[in-house]
């Protein structure tokens, strides 16, 4: 496609040498631009049409990059990247070797923070416009926001610590009236619900505690908690009262106003932080994803015309619909069960269960702190709360999870989607660390699962633990084609099982490179090496037993797992090395994530690169038997 202005633009500079009256035009074909790319790409394409004449406002205006430009979570980030010196490679997006889907400092200098998490924006440009203050640096410094990523906590906290300071700082609210889950996400819409919801009766008199903390003649000017809270809609009273000069509501898709305020702003001399509130429409300009319920947040590849993507055809159910399903089938038998989930009702599964239970599913927004000390409020009434996280945004919330949940021992379980690589998103979204930061937890029990069955044991076992915390962790994508068992079959706790025995070498597996496991296992007997596989399925307890078994039955020992370096492999080393297991002679080497963060590709070259598919499965096999490491004894070593 042929886009006779942007064609000419490669960079903001080139971006500047147009006339105002031609910025529309200019949109418009970037618009068509990005629809055609992520049509060949899949990506987020709703919030990045949605922004379209924003990114071209901020970069006419702005003398961007020494006028820092940052990005809240990353989805919008499309159009920025056409325009700053990364058109040629924009059809690479997401791809290995490719550009990232999200805002990456090593990948631009137009990208002066990363971001793919959400509500981060206003804190790192908090920071970045302090260093500028101290370092005598009159440079602007923008962050843009939606209003999903305003449902945080973290959004709050910076803009209370803004206007405290009263840093030269501008941060543009992109009002879409929607996140990824439309009721939490739109402000208004949330608001309005404070205001008509029962539920939300006792919110009024949190207010009026909150007014009080903020200001007393605030206080006595606001009047009723309602009335404070149509202020909010209507005209900014939070923002100012938080020391923000507010700016709106505005139309964001207005290029022609849109750039004058901004001018506006950037002229202006005013001593302190500047909120622009812009009501923009996601997935503005293609009709296909104006119409969809989630305005073609993140899409496959797909029919320009049509609008119909290409998914995947498969007969084997995800693990994230099994993990619904048989949460739905525990929930019809047992009315404490709950779920938890934040802003991510469909990436869960939880939307299902919303549709069965809409008064026992709870969406907390993007507040994953507040969603794991609900679920343990929840545990301490004696209800079953499943808190559906994804591994990456549970770290979030990893104080929570000690300081609320684990130490008090309360029966919070934990299902943890999207565990190991996931591709596309990269490292931001990796399941790589919870094995880690969840096993050296007491109190805690930790199970991972090698297929969809394992899974729905796993579920059915955590309904039954009611004396402590429990987590069971599955990958993206869809399960191994297993008949699946009934919701009454569980397992012991910390008890594994063997999937074949030999006699050569021990694989421990935990998780879902199982198969590989098994392929390896073909290969190598082949080469006349037996071999013995265990599905370890609890990395907390350890099934100590059987690990010692194995280990004093075989010449070597390995273990498998998808996650980083202090997870189950550490837990196993421990236990060898206090049984004196390595003092006999016994060959053990650990096959874990690489001490890196990988790069978005397809999780199956993902996987190669971390040296966990079977082929690598093999190459460690061999080597490790035919090593034969003497150790010397020299002084200078120690």
């Known amino acids: 496609m042929s886009n006779k202005l942007l064609d000419k633009i490669n960079y903001p500079s080139d971006l500047r040498k147009f006339k105002k009256s031609e910025l529309k035009t200019i949109s418009d074909e970037l618009r068509n631009e990005l629809i055609e790319v992520v049509s060949e790409t899949g990506g987020h394409l709703g919030a990045s049409l949605g922004v379209v004449e924003l990114t071209v406002a901020l970069h006419y205006v702005f003398n961007t990059p020494k006028d820092k430009l940052v990005w809240d979570v990353g989805h919008q980030c499309y159009p920025h990247k056409i325009i700053t010196g990364r058109k040629d490679k924009i059809r690479t997006l ?130 009723k908690a309602e009335d404070f809270l149509k202020s909010i809609v209507t005209g900014g009273t939070l923002f100012s009262e938080l020391g923000f000069y507010y700016l709106g509501p505005i139309d964001g898709h207005d290029i022609n106003n849109l750039t004058t305020i901004l001018e506006n702003v950037k002229k202006s001399n005013h001593d302190g932080p500047v909120l622009i509130h812009l009501i923009t429409q996601k997935g503005k300009g293609y009709k296909p994803a104006e119409d969809s319920g989630d305005k073609y947040h993140g899409v496959s590849k797909f029919n320009v015309v049509t609008g119909q993507q290409s998914k995947s055809k498969s007969n084997t159910p995800s693990y994230t619909k099994v993990f619904a399903n048989t949460l739905i089938k525990h929930a019809e038998n047992d009315t404490k069960i709950v779920g938890i989930t934040g802003a991510m009702p469909s990436g869960t599964g939880l939307d299902l269960f919303e549709k069965k239970f809409p008064e026992r599913m709870f969406d907390v927004g993007i507040a994953e702190q507040h969603g794991v000390t609900f679920a343990a409020g929840l545990a301490t009434e004696g209800y079953k709360p499943f808190a559906a996280i994804y591994s990456t945004f549970l770290q979030r919330a990893y104080d929570q999870v000690v300081h609320d949940v684990a130490i008090q021992s309360l029966p919070v379980r934990f299902a943890i989607d999207r565990a190991g690589l996931v591709g596309a998103d990269g490292p931001t979204h990796a399941g790589s660390f919870d094995v880690t930061y969840l096993s050296t937890l007491p109190n805690f029990i930790v199970m991972a699962a090698s297929d969809e069955a394992e899974l729905v044991r796993m579920i059915n076992t955590s309904v039954n633990i009611n004396d402590r915390p ?121 096959m874990i994530l690489p001490d890196k963060f990988l790069d978005q590709d397809s999780p199956n070259e993902m996987y190669k690169k971390a040296g966990l598919d079977s082929a690598s499965i093999v190459e460690k096999i061999e080597n490790v038997l035919k090593s034969n490491v003497v150790i010397a004894k020299n002084k200078n070593l120690y």
């Open 94 to 223: 997401r791809k290995g070797g490719g550009l990232s889907g999200f805002t990456k400092r090593s990948e631009s200098e137009y990208d002066p923070f990363g971001a793919a998490h959400s509500s981060t924006s206003i804190s790192s440009t908090l920071g970045m416009a302090t260093a500028k203050k101290l370092a005598n640096d009159k440079n602007n410094v923008i962050a843009v926001i939606g209003d999903g990523a305003m449902s945080a906590g973290m959004a709050y906290e910076a803009m209370n610590n803004a206007g405290a300071m009263k840093s030269k700082l501008i941060v543009i609210l992109n009002d879409n009236d929607m996140s990824i889950a439309p009721p939490v996400g739109a402000m208004s819409k949330y608001l309005t619900r404070l205001l008509s919801g029962k539920i939300y009766f006792s919110f009024r008199e949190t207010i009026k505690l909150i007014i009080s903390a903020f200001s007393k003649r605030f206080l006595k000017t606001a009047g």
């Open 470 to 590: 429990s987590a069971f962790r599955y990958p993206r994508g869809n399960g191994v084609g297993v008949e699946l068992p009934g919701i009454s079959e569980v397992l012991e706790i910390g008890k594994g099982r063997i999937i074949s025995s030999g006699k050569n070498i021990g694989i421990l597996n935990f998780g879902a490179r199982l198969e590989e496991c098994k392929k390896a296992r073909e290969v190598l007997k082949k080469k006349g090496i037996t071999t013995t596989i265990v599905d370890a399925r609890f990395a907390k307890p350890l099934d100590e037993k059987l690990i010692l078994e194995v280990a004093s039955n075989h010449e070597a020992v390995i273990t498998i797992e998808e996650g980083s370096i202090g997870g189950f492999a550490a837990h196993v080393t421990k236990l060898l090395s206090d049984r004196g297991f390595f003092d006999k002679g016994l060959k053990f080497r650990s």
